[in-house]
C-alpha cells in the first residue's frame, strides 16, 4: 500500500493525482482501477474521480482492454526540459569530453529525492541523450552511490529502500551486495580521491566512474563515466573524471 500524503498546507486531491500518474508511469504497462485502490489502500470510488479528472485533462487514456495508461498530454511537459541550466549549459563540453574518449559515455545525473534522473548522456559519434528517462536501481549506479556517499547514513539508507521497493534489488554480479548497508559500505571502501569506481559491478567487463559537481542547484549532482574496464585503468579514470568536473563547472559559474 501507497501512502498519500500532501505536503504540509498542500492539496490532497492534486498530490493524489500526481502519485497515480507516477504509478501509471513506473508501472509500464496497464493497471485497472481495482489494482491502483488497492496499492493506495483507498476506495475504488476516490480512485475513479481521480482517473476521470486525468483523463479528461489528457494525461491518462483507458487501453483497449479497460485498464488505464498514461496518455499524450504527459509528452507536453517535455519542451521544460529546455528551462534547466543544467541541461542546456554543459552540453556543448559534456559532447567534447566524450569525443575525447572513445568508446567511453559520459552521464550528468542528478539525485532527486530518491531517484537519478539522467540529465544528459552522450558518447562519441552518438546523439546525446537529453533526459534519460528509464528507472534504474540506485544501488547498482555509480554516480547513485556516490551521492548517496554524501548523505547521512540513515537518510541514504532510506533512499536506497526506496529504490529496492520501485525496482527491486538485483545482484547482476557477484560484487553487488546483498544489502543496503553493505552496498554503501562497499562503496565507501572504493571511494578514492573524491571518485567512486565500480568495476565489474553492474555488468562483466563494465566499469563506471563518478565524482560530485558543485553546480549552485539545491540538489545533488554528478558526471559519470562508464564503459569497458579494459580499455581504461582506475587511475586515468580518476584523472578524466577530475578534468570532466572543472570544465563542466567551469560552464555553470
Given at each position: 500500500m501507497t501512502d498519500i500524503q500532501a505536503p504540509s498546507g498542500g492539496v490532497q486531491s492534486l498530490a493524489r493525482g500526481l502519485q497515480i500518474l507516477r504509478t501509471l508511469i513506473d508501472e509500464g504497462a496497464p493497471l485497472t482501477g481495482t489494482e491502483i485502490a488497492r496499492r493506495f489502500g483507498l476506495h475504488q470510488s476516490s480512485i475513479s474521480r481521480v482517473l476521470a479528472t486525468l483523463t479528461d485533462l489528457g494525461y491518462v487514456r483507458k487501453a483497449a482492454n479497460g485498464r488505464f495508461v498514461p496518455d499524450y498530454g504527459i509528452l507536453?511537459?517535455?519542451?521544460?526540459?529546455?528551462?534547466?541550466?543544467?541541461?542546456?549549459?554543459?552540453?556543448?563540453?559534456?559532447?567534447?569530453?566524450?569525443?575525447?574518449?572513445?568508446?567511453?559515455?559520459?552521464?550528468?545525473?542528478?539525485?532527486?529525492?530518491?531517484?537519478?534522473?539522467?540529465?544528459?548522456?552522450?558518447?562519441?559519434?552518438?546523439?546525446?541523450?537529453?533526459?534519460?528517462?528509464?528507472?534504474?536501481?540506485?544501488?547498482?549506479?555509480?554516480?547513485?552511490?556516490?551521492?548517496?556517499?554524501?548523505?547521512?547514513?540513515?537518510?541514504?539508507?532510506?533512499?536506497?529502500?526506496?529504490?529496492?521497493?520501485?525496482?527491486?534489488?538485483?545482484?547482476?554480479?557477484?560484487?553487488?551486495?546483498?544489502?543496503?548497508?553493505?552496498?554503501?559500505?562497499?562503496?565507501?571502501?572504493?571511494?578514492?580521491?573524491?571518485?567512486?569506481?565500480?568495476?565489474?559491478?553492474?555488468?562483466?567487463?563494465?566499469?563506471g566512474g563518478a565524482i560530485p559537481l558543485q553546480t549552485g542547484e539545491n540538489l545533488p549532482v554528478a558526471l559519470a563515466i562508464t564503459g569497458s574496464n579494459d580499455k581504461v585503468d582506475h587511475a586515468t579514470l580518476r584523472l578524466w573524471l577530475h578534468d570532466a568536473r572543472r570544465r563542466v563547472e567551469a560552464t555553470l559559474t
Open positions: 507536453t511537459f517535455a519542451p521544460a526540459i529546455a528551462q534547466f541550466p543544467l541541461v542546456v549549459k554543459p552540453r556543448a563540453t559534456i559532447e567534447q569530453i566524450a569525443a575525447e574518449h572513445p568508446g567511453f559515455t559520459v552521464h550528468l545525473c542528478l539525485l532527486w529525492r530518491t531517484e537519478m534522473i539522467y540529465l544528459l548522456r552522450t558518447a562519441m559519434g552518438n546523439e546525446t541523450i537529453t533526459f534519460w528517462g528509464p528507472a534504474f536501481p540506485l544501488h547498482v549506479s555509480s554516480p547513485a552511490l556516490r551521492l548517496l556517499l554524501e548523505l547521512p547514513q540513515r537518510q541514504a539508507l532510506a533512499i536506497l529502500a526506496a529504490s529496492k521497493k520501485r525496482l527491486g534489488w538485483e545482484q547482476p554480479t557477484d560484487r553487488v551486495p546483498a544489502t543496503a548497508t553493505a552496498a554503501l559500505r562497499a562503496a565507501r571502501k572504493l571511494l578514492e580521491h573524491d571518485v567512486l569506481i565500480l568495476d565489474e559491478w553492474y555488468d562483466v567487463g563494465g566499469l
